[in-house]
């Protein structure tokens, strides 16, 4: 069975300096990892994927993810944080053809001025 | 572009009390259609998945249904709400195959129980 584990559940940051948030899954094979973000009261928002290839994926607003096989994760990334940044981030894997999404626990980032 | 509409916004019910959540998915033709359902400050949950009109999979039995009436809309509902049905829930849409297996989520409807 698949799992996803986000062992930072509460992460802040300053203004302008560089986020790491964490994500570790077990699987049988390489799952389709996601990033989603949560902003308060809203639904969730796609910020990248990885399914095959260079393990280091583009997503929106300077976010980027690095996949390793050998140590089963998929850290999220970016070099400057703004106060929009705020959030909650889940990180999630599916299988290929699959239906389930499974989510992490969510990492809430607090961006302070 | 596809767009993804939840109705209503937020519901407050009480305890033994009907629901019926609505989730609406346009400039999609046949997509798959998921309800999740996330507990105040908590993850989410995959309550049921369908992959076409009147066919519903459940995947965790919390005292709900769902239905497809139609190729764009999937409902979810309950007879007698529970405090514990209280939270977000949220609809997703996916198209099926390679790389289109991403799912999209709605805006969520937030349900309080009392």
């Known amino acids: 069975a698949q799992s996803v584990t986000q062992p930072d559940a509460r992460v802040t940051v300053s203004e302008g300096a560089s986020l790491q948030l964490r994500c570790k899954y077990s699987?049988?094979?390489?799952?389709?990892l996601f990033w989603y973000v949560q902003y308060p009261r809203q639904g969730l928002q796609l910020l990248l994927k990885y399914y095959s290839g260079d393990p280091v994926v583009q997503g929106v607003n300077g976010f980027e993810a690095e996949f390793s096989k050998s140590n089963s994760s998929f850290h999220l990334r970016k070099a400057s944080v703004h106060w929009s940044d705020s959030a909650v981030y889940f990180c999630?894997?599916?299988?290929?053809?699959?239906?389930?999404?499974?989510f992490g626990t969510g990492t809430t980032v607090s961006v302070s001025p | 572009a596809q767009t993804i509409h939840q109705w209503p916004v937020a519901e407050i019910k009480a305890v033994g009390s009907p629901l019926s959540l609505g989730c609406t998915i346009k400039?999609?033709?046949?997509?798959?259609l998921y309800w999740y359902w996330q507990a105040t400050g908590g993850t989410l949950q995959q309550l049921f998945y369908s992959i076409t009109v009147g066919q519903v999979e459940s995947v965790v039995q919390l005292n709900l249904s769902a239905s497809r009436p139609k190729d764009d809309q999937f409902i979810l509902s309950t007879e007698k709400l529970l405090l514990s049905h209280s939270g977000f829930y949220l609809c997703?849409?996916?198209?099926?195959?390679?790389?289109?297996?991403?799912?999209?989520f709605g805006p969520g409807t937030r349900l309080l129980v009392l």
């Open positions: 999630a894997v599916s299988m290929k053809g699959g239906r389930a999404l499974i």
């Open positions: 699987s049988s094979v390489t799952p389709y």
């Open positions: 400039g999609k033709s046949s997509p798959n």
């Open positions: 997703a849409w996916s198209l099926w195959g390679g790389n289109q297996d991403t799912q999209y």
